[in-house]
Antibody, heavy 120, light 108 residues
Framework: QLQLQESGPRLVKSSETLSLTCAVS??????????WGWIRQPPGKGLEWIGS???????SYSPSLNSRVTMSVDTSKMRFSLRLTSVTAADTAVYYC????????????WGQGTLVTVSS | QSALTQPASVSGSPGQSITISCTGT?????????VSWYQHSPGKAPKLIIF???NRPSGVSNRFSGSKSGNTAALMISGLQPEDEADYYC????????FGGGTKVTVL
């Protein structure tokens, strides 16, 4: 059973960089069938796709966050990462990592999520 | 780009059927069949319940069904049960991934 687990600082200061890592276990990352994605949910709001990355490092980012987002992948360590620069209070959210399938176009496995709070 | 539009809340009594709509544009929903639905309970990871408009993953109850007409997709839950109380999100893929704003389902 594939499992994903987010980790990283829970508190980030405004204007600084948010960094999270997603550890993948119970499966392989080296497949053209999948991308690896980040999704967030601000308090009281809906889900928002941040971006996705393939095992080769090919990325796709949300247009609204494109200028501040960088994703990377390390398949040897079975993990992928998110960096979001110049954060503000609006970036306070539960951040989820998930696996995206390229054949049915869906997120089939999700992490439990981690709340990141941006403080002023 | 704007999120897909869902009603904020839908409620029903046990045993009843409810429908959640998800409205987008022709380029978000109308021209493609890559609409999926997720069930999200507080403190848990979202769970896929419908993909490609109307397909159910293995293990998902057949009380959940999906459809699409024009630029609007819909999720129907029949025989509503207390454990169905959760937030439900639609999502579409057209080269970029969009989510709806979410619908809170309450079982009365």
């Amino acid at each position: 059973q594939l499992q994903l687990q987010e980790s990283g600082p829970r508190l980030v200061k405004s204007s600084e960089t948010l960094s999270l890592t997603c550890a993948v276990s119970g499966g392989t990352m080296d497949s053209t069938k999948y991308y690896w994605g980040w999704i967030r949910q601000p308090p009281g709001k809906g889900l928002e796709w941040i971006g996705s990355i393939s095992f080769t490092g090919s990325t796709s980012y949300s247009p609204s966050l494109n200028s501040r987002v960088t994703m990377s992948v390390d398949t040897s360590k079975m993990r992928f990462s998110l960096r979001l620069t110049s954060v503000t209070a609006a970036d306070t959210a539960v951040y989820y990592c998930a696996r995206w399938t390229n054949f049915h176009w869906l997120f089939d496995y999700w992490g439990q999520g981690t709340l990141v709070t941006v403080s002023s | 780009q704007s999120a897909l539009t869902q009603p904020a809340s839908v409620s029903g009594s046990p045993g009843q059927s409810i429908t959640i709509s998800c409205t987008g544009t022709r380029s978000d929903i109308g021209d493609y069949n890559y609409v999926s639905w997720y069930q999200h309970s507080p403190g848990k990871a979202p769970k896929l319940i419908i993909f490609e408009v109307s397909n159910r993953p293995s293990g998902v109850s057949n009380r959940f069904s999906g459809s699409k007409s024009g630029n609007t997709a819909a999720l129907m839950i029949s025989g509503l049960q207390p454990e169905d109380e959760a937030d439900y999100y639609c999502s579409s893929y057209t080269g970029r991934i969009l989510f709806g704003g979410g619908t809170k389902v309450t079982v009365l």
